[in-house]
């Protein structure tokens, strides 16, 4: 097994190109040397084999568990720890609707007419004034 002349760190074959070498320690990638080639290439095709024949294998096991997930799914509804239940989000989101349309609605406010009718007055009475004085 080669050593990464960067890190010394274990060189690995890639799964995806057999022809280079993968060093998971500091993420780099090297070109297998020729003499090397022959040797690298027919492990990686075992390893792919072994794998192959591994993978038929749980492929049978995993349907049964995705069947068995789909089934508990179907019972419970996924929760998760930070989004409160449906009802929750729904009672806070009509809440926060009343509070918005509260907020814009000008026309619901009932403006007491009470000012409004002691200023006029007010300005009768010194309208009053200024014209007794004037006439004196």
């Not at 072994?50 to 929760?79: F, L, T």
């Amino acid at each position: 097994m080669m050593k990464c002349p960067t890190c010394g760190g274990p060189l690995k074959p890639s799964k995806k190109d057999p022809d280079y070498l993968l060093c998971y320690t500091c993420k780099k990638k090297f070109k297998v040397p020729q003499h090397q080639a022959e040797d690298v290439a027919p492990k990686t095709e075992r390893m792919s084999a072994k794998k192959e024949a591994g993978r038929r294998d749980s492929a049978k096991k995993d349907s049964a568990r995705k069947e068995n997930v789909k089934k508990e799914r179907s019972v419970r509804e996924q929760k998760y720890s930070n989004i409160p239940p449906k009802e929750v989000r729904d009672k806070r989101e009509r809440e926060m609707k009343k509070a918005y349309d509260d907020m814009l609605s000008v026309e619901d406010e009932k403006v007491s007419k009470a000012p409004i009718i002691i200023l006029a007055i007010a300005i009768v009475v010194v309208a009053a004034v200024i014209v007794y004085m004037l006439l004196k």
